[in-house]
């Protein structure tokens, strides 16, 4: 594995897994645009403008990329090259359409599935649309599984960004001081993870006292207080490019026996959900080992979001752990297993571990301590 991508030999099973899934699903191939499945792909982390870029992988046949002439700097950092895919590149006045279609074999292929995950623009499906003469189908199904099922090569990645975010977490008690903002507190916590290991930032929440209670805020100029309950839910990507995703709720001094028993209800809820993770359950029975905790102490109307969402690429993607997901689980799915407990306008609280299901159980890439840390204040 080089420092942005994994070895061309990882990348080469992927291009025929997903070859093999769209024969199966009698297409005629895979049109894929720039995003998250053009990377899982091959690497490539080409952008989509007004000109046309796609990687179009016949169910029978070899792969062909189609691309702007000056954008062919775009694949060097790929396994593009390697791979031995055939590179067509274009100039202002030619049609990249045809081109695409000529890949395939012709305007009539059959049925073409268009990868969306980060949504083809309409300016390219359309004029596709009519070159082929057939209005394309969605991708996902095809790729779906591929991306859901990780690789050893993608565990390891998600390994090393679950270690380097809780490092990070390691250093936020000491951020957390009373008449500090939230913002100040996220601003350190961006440069840590970055210092950690971590190309970027993705997202970064500092929830204090009442901001707590909402799941998705982010941070304020709002000062921390001796006896605030803290919720920081931290991540970004980690090359080549898979996310952590944390969460650890702090007590600027210690909590109220009331907090204290709430926290330690959701602590066991948390724990039920991990143990309930292995090859066959469904992902609603790993929510509802969550919810079941809660609801049993009466919290259950305090937790209100899903347990867990997929990870990789991507911080949010398949496969959801919600309510209504018979989804089974399978070896080598990545997601994260995070409940809450929310009180509007007074506090709220999260535990969050990334898991990987194992061939027996769950495997979780984060490993601070799920207690509610109290921080020490003068």
């Known amino acids: 594995m080089t420092g942005h991508r994994f070895s061309t030999e990882?990348?080469?099973g992927r291009l025929a897994a997903a070859a093999?899934?769209?024969a199966d699903a009698g297409l005629a191939?895979?049109?894929?645009?720039?995003?998250?499945d053009l990377r899982y792909l091959v690497g490539a982390r080409a952008q989509t403008f007004e000109r046309l870029t796609a990687l179009v992988l016949p169910a029978d046949g070899d792969p062909t990329i189609v691309l702007p002439r000056l954008e062919l700097a775009s694949l060097k950092e790929s396994a593009v090259l390697e791979l031995g895919v055939s590179v067509r590149d274009w100039v202002d006045?030619?049609?990249?359409y045809a081109m695409v279609a000529q890949a395939l074999g012709g305007p009539d292929s059959?049925?073409?599935a268009v990868a969306v995950t980060d949504s083809m623009p309409a300016l390219h499906l359309l004029p596709l649309a009519e070159v082929l003469g057939v209005v394309p189908v969605l991708a996902t199904d095809v790729l779906r599984t591929l991306r859901m099922v990780k690789d050893p090569a993608e565990v390891d990645a998600l390994r090393k960004a679950g270690e380097a975010i809780d490092r990070v977490h390691a250093r936020v008690p000491e951020l957390l001081v009373p008449g500090r903002t939230e913002a100040d507190v996220a601003a350190d916590i961006a440069e840590a993870i970055v210092a950690e290991g971590h190309s970027e930032v993705?997202?970064?929440?500092?929830?204090?006292?009442?901001?707590g209670a909402d799941p998705h805020h982010e941070c304020s100029d709002r000062v921390l207080q001796a006896g605030d309950i803290v919720v920081v839910d931290i991540g970004g990507p980690y090359e080549p490019g898979y996310n952590s995703d944390s969460t650890r709720t702090y007590s600027l001094g210690e909590p109220a026996p009331d907090i204290a028993r709430r926290y330690a209800v959701l602590q066991r809820a948390q724990r039920a959900a991990v143990d309930s993770v292995r090859p066959g359950v469904t992902a609603e029975q790993v929510d509802a080992a969550?919810?079941?905790?809660?609801?049993?102490?009466g919290l259950a109307e305090a937790f209100v979001h899903r347990t867990g969402h997929g990870i990789g690429l991507s911080v949010h993607e398949e496969p959801y752990i919600v309510a209504g997901n018979s989804l089974p689980l399978q070896e080598g799915m990545a997601f994260s297993v995070e409940p809450g407990i929310y009180?509007?306008?007074?506090?709220?609280?999260?535990?969050?571990?990334?898991?990987?299901?194992t061939s027996d159980g769950a495997l979780s890439v984060n490993n601070r301590p799920h207690d509610l840390v109290v921080v020490p204040v003068g």
């Open 290 to 297: 969550a919810r079941d905790v809660l609801a049993a102490e």
């Open 29 to 36: 191939g895979l049109i894929i645009t720039p995003g998250y």
């Open 20 to 22: 093999r899934a769209a």
């Open 202 to 211: 993705a997202f970064i929440i500092v929830g204090s006292g009442p901001h």
């Open 93 to 96: 006045g030619e049609d990249p």
């Open 110 to 112: 059959g049925r073409l």
């Open 343 to 357: 009180f509007p306008g007074q506090w709220g609280a999260r535990i969050e571990d990334i898991v990987i299901v």
């Open 10 to 12: 990882v990348y080469a």
